[in-house]
């Protein structure tokens, strides 16, 4: 879905929210591969980002063209800091249409801002708004700053997957599992 730009002040800078254009594809990609090479939190290694422009374009049109999924960019004084999204965990079955996976990921530098809370609580307003009954997500562990501020938003947690991570250098974390209801 496409909705209308917001924008707000976050300790003197400015912060655009706003849906994705076709001329935003390549920035994306190196936006993914940057991130998920800056933590460990993000659902994939850096190498395996192998998103094309043409893959990208349509990632995008899916999401301003679907009616249950949104994606969100947030510029901070102009620059791209970050996204935040939520899709139907639907898919082919009603039974899981009132469910909602959200998702946020910020460039480290944009990070400690108070950014998150400002993109998912609009977030959350746009999950509510389409006429979700809940909204889920997956927090990896000693994460910390994320559950924190999904916790303070209502998510609860909800389940664990042990050694639900396996990284290069044979560590493993968990998957927490948190939900929030309308
Ligand atoms: C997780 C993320 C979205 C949070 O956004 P952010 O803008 O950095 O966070 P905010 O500045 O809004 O702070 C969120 C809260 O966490 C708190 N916080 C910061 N560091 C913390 C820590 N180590 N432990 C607990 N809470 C912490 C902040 O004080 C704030 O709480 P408050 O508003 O009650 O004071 C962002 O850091 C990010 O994208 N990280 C990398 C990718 C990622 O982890 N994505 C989430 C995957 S589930």
Do not use: W
Request: hydrophobic share 35%; aromatic share 10%.
């Amino acid at each position: 879905m496409i909705v209308d730009e917001e924008r707000y002040e976050l300790n003197g800078r400015e912060v655009v929210l706003r849906c994705p254009r076709p001329e935003d594809a390549d920035m994306l990609i190196e936006y993914l591969k940057l991130v998920t090479g800056e933590t460990r939190f993000l659902f994939c290694e850096s190498d395996e980002v192998e998103y094309t422009t043409e893959s990208e374009l349509e990632f995008l049109k899916e999401h301003n063209e679907a009616e249950d999924a949104l994606l969100l960019l947030a510029f901070v004084d102009g620059e791209h800091a970050g996204n935040c999204s939520f899709n139907s965990k639907g898919g082919a079955s009603r039974r899981a249409k009132h469910r909602a996976e959200v998702g946020i990921a910020l460039r480290q530098r944009f990070t400690g801002l108070g950014l998150g809370r400002l993109m998912m609580e609009s977030l959350m307003k746009h999950v509510e708004a389409a006429g979700y009954e809940q909204a889920e997500l997956v927090v990896v562990e000693s994460n910390d700053r994320a559950y924190h501020l999904y916790e303070t938003l209502g998510f609860k947690e909800c389940g664990r997957i042990p050694n639900g991570n396996k990284y290069d250098d044979g560590t493993y974390l968990d998957d927490i599992f948190m939900i929030k209801k309308f």
